[in-house]
């Protein structure tokens, strides 16, 4: 059975983050995460949206800050396992812990750090005629890449600020896009609004009933108007159902955190109350302080956790491991 330092539940932002610091205090790191690719819901949800909340960044693509977080986090080069989900942690009669996954797979570690945000990410699905079966070969739930629907027919399905923005997004490479809406009122922002009505066609009062292909790709979409049951059926190469995520914590209720609602809770050096487990970023929740969901506060609470944990493991080691331009100097002197 493979044995590690840390085990780092979760591959996002965070997740990433703490196993670039991990590497930095010399902890042997794994990184398991239940997406089929690093980056949690920068790459997941919003992939070509413009981020500005991250120091050093007056604007950068999510995307391309994913494959930054990446890079880093594989400078000390972690272990990684994607597309498995952490199901149980059980304590061993040593003080250290047993991950196991929906794989069948165990890992040993002294501590664990669950970076997971919202948990395993979940489209939410309409339950349309067809759409389970055309999913990824024409039916989405966000935007991967934009280049994706140049040329294309495109029809999205909601109301709320990211389908409005990727309708506002697609208008200048797509074919066409349309919008469909169940409701005459609209979550996004009034100025988005306004330009959407400008450079798409809008159904309001309108859902999707069916899609149709030729057994590979999309090809039509039947919409209804949901007061006169009037139907319409619109050529299309692309839908995008942006009515929402959900996450999925599947067993972490059961592991014996203390935790309200889905968060867990922690005190400030980022410890739960199970011995060698910590938390960070959006599923952390400490409850003398401001609950802030952004990045920058998880990479900050990655830091304190895992130099904590650091400490734990070595009582003897300082809990503050130096700046970074030092430690990175004795580290590339070494390999020299």
């Known amino acids: 059975m493979s044995e590690y330092d840390i085990v780092i539940i979760g591959g996002g932002p965070v997740g990433l983050y703490a196993a670039f610091y991990a590497g930095l205090r010399d902890m ?33 693509r999510a995307y391309e800050l994913a494959q930054k977080l990446i890079e880093q986090a594989k400078m000390f080069s972690p272990d990684i396992r994607l597309k ?17 996954t929906d794989k069948g797979n165990a890992f040993k570690t002294k501590t664990i750090l669950i970076a997971a945000g ?18 990824n070969k024409g039916v989405y739930y966000t935007v991967r890449r934009l280049k994706d629907f140049e040329g294309k027919r495109v029809l999205i399905v909601g109301g709320g600020d990211t389908a ?28 988005s609004v306004k330009q959407l009505f400008q450079v798409a066609t809008v159904y309001v009062w309108h859902e999707l009933k069916e899609v149709r292909g030729d057994g590979t790709k999309v090809t039509q979409a039947v919409i209804f108007n949901n007061r006169t049951k009037e139907e319409k059926v619109l050529d299309v190469d692309a839908i995008i159902l942006s009515i929402g995520f959900k996450g999925d914590l599947g067993n972490m209720p059961k592991w014996g955190l203390n935790m309200k609602g889905n968060n867990i809770i922690v005190n400030a050096r980022m410890e739960t109350n199970l011995p060698g487990v910590y938390a960070a970023g959006d599923i952390a929740l400490q409850e003398d302080a401001p609950k802030l969901a952004l990045m920058a506060i998880g990479f ?28 990175m100097a004795d580290k590339l002197k070494k390999q020299a």
Do not use: C
């Not at 919202?118 to 999913?135: Q, T």
């Not at 697609?170 to 609209?186: E, G, N, W």
């Not at 650091?310 to 003897?316: A, D, F, G, N, Q």
């Open 84 to 100: 498995e989900w952490v199901d149980m942690i059980e304590r061993t009669q040593d003080n250290m812990w047993i991950v196991k």
């Open 28 to 60: 042997k790191t794994l990184v398991i995460d239940a997406q089929d690719e690093l980056g949690g819901q920068l790459v997941t949800l919003y992939p070509e949206k413009m981020v500005y909340d991250v120091g050093g960044h007056p604007g950068i």
């Open 300 to 327: 900050a609470q990655a830091a304190i956790a895992i130099s904590v944990a650091k400490k734990y493991i070595e009582p003897t080691a300082s809990l503050f491991g130096g700046y970074s331009s030092s430690v």
């Open 164 to 191: 409005v923005d990727w309708a506002l997004n697609l208008a200048p490479i797509a074919k066409s896009v349309t919008l469909i809406h169940r409701r005459d009122q609209f979550r996004a922002h009034e100025r």
């Open 118 to 135: 919202i948990g395993r990410i979940l489209p939410s699905r309409l339950g349309a005629k067809g759409e389970l079966e055309y999913e």
